[in-house]
């Protein structure tokens, strides 16, 4: 009953921009933090960036400077701004919610641990 679904990646030349966006859908009261990973080709998904609840964030060091996460907790949004982006920015992009309250259709409040989005592909390349 709880979905994460992002949008916004898309193919740009080095140095441009892109903004992603991930929604949490559902009946939600709560979320932890939330966060950006990424996986390129051959290697293991790592992170990119965190934001707790109450907006603290932490970047990997390859990104800071250039990418911004934030969070709109009205509409269960978090969103990543990435900006002078490099081939080596080249991914598939996946959001996470570390843990969604959220009540059912029998009025129920329950807890989702650790969900993903369905994932977005960045390509960086001229």
């Known amino acids: 009953q709880v979905q994460l679904v992002e949008s916004g990646g898309g193919l740009v030349q080095p140095g441009g921009s892109l903004r992603l966006s991930c929604a949490v859908s559902?009946?939600?009261?709560?979320?932890?933090?939330m966060g950006w990973y990424r996986q390129a080709p051959g290697k293991e998904r790592e992170s990119v960036a965190v934001?707790?609840?109450?907006?603290?964030?932490n970047y990997a060091d390859s990104v800071k400077g250039r990418f911004t996460i934030s969070r709109d907790n009205a509409k269960n949004t978090v969103y990543l701004q990435m900006n002078s982006l490099k081939p080596a920015d080249t991914a598939v992009y996946y959001c996470?919610?570390?843990?969604?309250?959220?009540?059912?259709?029998?009025?129920?409040?329950?807890?989702?641990?650790?969900?993903w989005g369905q994932g977005t592909q960045v390509t960086v390349s001229s």
């Open positions: 559902g009946s939600i009261f709560s979320i932890n933090d």
């Open positions: 996470n919610a570390d843990r969604v309250g959220y009540i059912t259709r029998l009025g129920i409040r329950r807890y989702e641990n650790d969900l």
């Open positions: 934001i707790s609840s109450v907006g603290t964030t």
